[in-house]
């Protein structure tokens, strides 16, 4: 499974959910200026990552289930 490049494709996209999740809550920590102007700006990225991220895990579940791996 570490050879599949689908798989490293959606492993690398859940972290990068999880680090941008950190930058917000970061940012909403330190809050002050730097979190009202950057706060709904990291939401949104994460927003859109989590998007591409569940997409590439249902993609990744479809393929290894048509291949018959697993």
Do not use: C, S
Not at 12 to 26: H, P
Not at 55 to 66: A, E, K, P, S
Request: charged share 15%.
């Amino acid at each position: 499974m570490f050879e599949d490049p689908l798989f490293i494709i959606m492993a690398i996209a859940m972290l990068a959910v999880v680090a941008i999740l950190m930058f917000g809550i970061g940012g909403f920590a330190k809050g002050g200026d730097f979190n009202k102007k950057y706060a709904n700006k990291a939401m949104r990225w994460r927003i859109y990552a989590q998007f591409i991220a569940v997409l590439l895990i249902l993609l990744f579940v479809f393929v290894r289930r048509q291949t018959g791996a697993g």
